[in-house]
């Protein structure tokens, strides 16, 4: 993918390139061309399997070197050399075979069963075309179409396959009972087994095809885009007889695949395809029917004249979109930050109220809860009630606040009595705010007994004022 967007953009600066240029060109047409191409697309080796799957997409890109000479304007031919690569790949879910083997010993029936088995084939080719080459006449494109043949050398080929496990054990007749695990005649599952081998193909051949568009940049340069089809003729792989895709010959029992192109599963015959799109960029050189540089000489000067204002018109024009481009970068900065000056003073607007309104909910859930509690009780009273109900609302509407509930006694009554109480009158309130809603991690009680007095235990008013309830956030997230 990376490549074909690399050659997208390669056409899009060329065609820009064009447009930019007011040079005059003729329709002419140079002897020679030496080019350099680079094509992007689907390259695939073609089989067909009895099951399994063959995707048909293998994308990879290929590089070539062109010469073309041309007879006139509109025909020639070309050749060169081009690499290219070519991809297969089978995979399967499930493949159980069996056959006949020996273990050293006596003859049996060897069953595997094979599950998620993969392969994938590569196929590097050095290519030498012969085309005819064919195109229109045109002062800046030209459109052209080539065909013809190629052969193809193999520089390297290779198979790779592997599988997620493979379950094997053997039948002998002899006890006519099935063996399912012995290391030794290698019965038994195996996992993530994988196999690379190298193979050798034979010289293909190919029929092939280009069209598309060329692009005149400059008197010494063309870009050609367009579309190439490349079909192999013959079969670049040498039938042999079939063989087991698992291979059990004791004692050198080897588990790694071979190629489902050598069993079975697979037709013998395998055949290249490529097509894609091709960019091109050609050098032209030599003479042509009619020579550039004296046609240059022959020009009438008020069309170059004419010429060389549409450029200057050209390049003004090209100053003033700048210009413009520029100033409305400048009005896009500044907006911008403007924005992030503006979002900046709400943050710290709303963080300062936060922090306020923290603070003021802090104040109120820390606030004693008076709940005229007689000696001993621990029950809630309306006006108890209606402070939890705030305290709750408040906890309900800051989930990040966690809280300890305390409970208070006067100075009547022993230390456990008044632990017991203490104890009690906290967990009726924390009862209550469950009640509410609020979630029981979010709250712990705990008990000071009469050891944090409000005020001294001397009236029976201010014993009564120091029963009595606390909430402390303990907790802010």
């Known amino acids: 993918m990376k490549k074909f967007i690399v050659g997208i953009v390669t056409l899009w600066l060329s065609i820009s390139f064009v447009k930019s240029q007011n040079f005059v060109i003729q329709q002419v047409q140079t002897r020679h061309e030496i080019g350099i191409d680079l094509g992007v697309g689907i390259h695939n080796l073609m089989y067909k399997a009895s099951f399994g799957q063959v995707p048909f997409l293998s994308y990879d890109a290929r590089g070539s ?3 073309s000479y041309y007879f006139n304007q509109f025909a020639g031919v070309g050749t060169g050399f081009c690499i290219t690569n070519f991809y297969g790949q089978f995979w399967a879910d499930k493949i159980t075979d069996s056959y006949t083997a020996n273990d050293g010993n006596e003859d049996f029936v060897f069953h595997y069963t094979i599950k998620e088995y993969t392969e994938k084939q590569s196929l590097t080719v050095l290519q030498i075309p012969l085309l005819f080459r064919a195109q229109t006449g045109g002062r800046r494109i030209k459109f052209y179409f080539a065909a013809g043949g190629k052969i193809g050398f ?23 009972s099935n063996i399912y695990f012995s290391q030794n005649q290698g019965f038994g599952s195996y996992n993530d087994l994988s196999s690379k081998k190298n193979r050798k193909f034979k010289i293909s051949y190919y029929v092939c095809a280009e069209i598309g568009a060329k692009w005149i940049l400059s008197e010494k340069f063309a870009l050609y885009t367009g579309f190439y089809f490349d079909y192999g003729l013959n079969n670049v792989i040498t039938p042999s007889e079939a063989e087991n895709l698992i291979n059990y010959e004791h004692p050198y029992i080897d588990y790694h695949p071979n190629s489902v192109w050598n069993t079975s599963i697979c037709e013998q015959k395998v055949k290249p395809l490529a097509v894609g799109l091709q ?10 029917a009619l020579n550039m540089k004296e046609m240059r000489h022959a ?14 018109e050209a390049e003004q024009e090209r100053k003033n979109k700048e210009k413009a481009e520029q100033a409305r970068a400048e009005r896009e900065r500044k907006a911008q930050e403007e924005m992030a000056e ?11 109220l936060k922090k306020a309104i923290d603070a003021e909910n802090i104040r109120i859930l820390e606030s004693p809860i008076s709940g005229d509690y007689t000696v001993g ?6 006006a108890g009630r209606l402070a939890l109900d705030e305290k709750a609302q408040i906890l309900l509407d800051n989930p990040e606040f966690s809280i300890e509930v305390i409970g208070h006694t006067c100075n ?15 967990e009726v309130a924390r009862q209550y705010l469950l009640s509410k809603g609020v979630p029981s991690e979010r709250i712990t009680v705990t008990t000071l007994r009469d050891t944090q007095p409000l005020v001294a235990n001397d009236t029976e008013e201010n014993r009564k004022k120091n029963r009595r309830v606390e909430i402390k956030v303990i907790k802010k997230e």
């Open 279 to 288: 960019f091109s960029l050609a050098f032209l050189t030599g003479n042509a």
């Open 65 to 67: 070197i062109n010469y």
């Open 412 to 426: 009547i009554g022993t230390d456990i009595s008044n632990m017991r109480i203490g104890t009690m009158r906290a």
């Open 342 to 352: 503006k979002q900046r003073q709400i943050a710290e607007a709303q963080a300062q």
């Open 377 to 382: 009780s621990s029950a809630l009273t309306e």
């Open 299 to 312: 020009r009438d000067i008020s069309y170059l004249q004419r010429c060389l204002e549409e450029r200057q």
């Open 154 to 176: 193999p520089l390297s080929g290779k198979t790779t396959s592997g599988f997620e496990s493979i379950t094997a054990f053997g039948y002998f007749p002899s006890v006519d």
